[in-house]
C-alpha cells in the first residue's frame, strides 16, 4: 500500500507570497496517477491538478503542479486571499484504489 | 454542468440503519465510477469505495470492507452508502466524487457532502 506524506502540515504566508508543499510517496508512482485538491472550510474538495501537472478547468495559472517518481509538488505562485485552505495530494493505485495525503494546511500569516 | 447532489444531513443513535444518496446529473452516469470519501471532525479525506454504475462493479478499501456497503441505481442516476448498524465513530462528513480518467483516474467533480452524527 502507497502511503502519502505531504509536509509542511501547515505553512503560514502573507498574500502574494509564493507557497511550495511538498508530497512524497512511499514508493515510485506514475505521474499520471497524482492530483491536488483544495478544500476550504465548510466545503467540499475542488481538484485544482490531475496528472501531475494538468490543472483543472477553471484553475488559475497561478497554481502549478511538478514531480515524478516519489517527489511532487504543488506550487501557488502569488498567494490571494481565497487560497488560505488545505490541500490533499492522491494517488490512484493499482484496481481502482485511492490514496490520500494528510494535507497542507496554507494560513495567513 | 456536472453536478453530484448529496442527501442532507442525518442524526442516528448508535446501532440504526442508515443509507445516504449521491445523485449525478449532466453526465452519463453509468460512463463514470463514482466514489465515497469519509472526512471525519477536524481530519482529512479517507476513501472509502467506488462503484461502476453501468454494471454495478464495486471495490472497497480494506478499511471499509464490510462495514459499509454501497450501491447505484442507474435508473434514477444515484449511488448510495449504507450502514446496517451504525457506530459513534461513524461520526464524519462522507463526500461523493465523480472519477474522470486521463491518462489515469482521478476525482473531478465532488458532492457537496452529507454529514452523519452518530449520538445516543
Known amino acids: 500500500e502507497i502511503v502519502l506524506t505531504q509536509s509542511p502540515g501547515t505553512l503560514s504566508l502573507s498574500p502574494g507570497e509564493r507557497a511550495t508543499l511538498s508530497c512524497r510517496a512511499s514508493?515510485?508512482?506514475?505521474?499520471?496517477?497524482l492530483a491536488w485538491c483544495q478544500q476550504k472550510p465548510g466545503q467540499a474538495p475542488r481538484l485544482l491538478i490531475y496528472?501531475?501537472?494538468s490543472r483543472a478547468t477553471g484553475i488559475p495559472d497561478r497554481f502549478s503542479g511538478s514531480g515524478s517518481g516519489t517527489d511532487f509538488t504543488l506550487t501557488i505562485s502569488r498567494l490571494e486571499p481565497e487560497d488560505f485552505a488545505v490541500y490533499y495530494c492522491q494517488q490512484y493505485g493499482s484496481s481502482r484504489t485511492w490514496t490520500f495525503g494528510q494535507g497542507t494546511k496554507v494560513e495567513i500569516k | 454542468e456536472v453536478q453530484l447532489v448529496q442527501s442532507g444531513a442525518e442524526v442516528k443513535k448508535p446501532g440504526e440503519s442508515l443509507k445516504i444518496s449521491c445523485k449525478g446529473s449532466g453526465y452519463s452516469f453509468t460512463s463514470h465510477w463514482i466514489g465515497w470519501v469519509r472526512q471525519m471532525p477536524g481530519k482529512g479525506l479517507e476513501w472509502m469505495g467506488i462503484i461502476y454504475p453501468g454494471d454495478s462493479d464495486t471495490r472497497y478499501s480494506p478499511s471499509f470492507q464490510g462495514q459499509v456497503t454501497i450501491s447505484a441505481d442507474k435508473s434514477i442516476s444515484t449511488a448510495y452508502l449504507q450502514w446496517s448498524s451504525l457506530k459513534a465513530s461513524d461520526t464524519a462528513m462522507y463526500y461523493c466524487?465523480?472519477?474522470?480518467?486521463?491518462?489515469?483516474?482521478?476525482?473531478?467533480?465532488w458532492g457537496q457532502g452529507t454529514l452523519v452524527t452518530v449520538s445516543s
Open positions: 496528472g501531475a501537472s
Open positions: 466524487a465523480r472519477v474522470e480518467y486521463s491518462s489515469s483516474y482521478y476525482f473531478d467533480y
Open positions: 514508493q515510485s508512482v506514475s505521474s499520471s496517477s
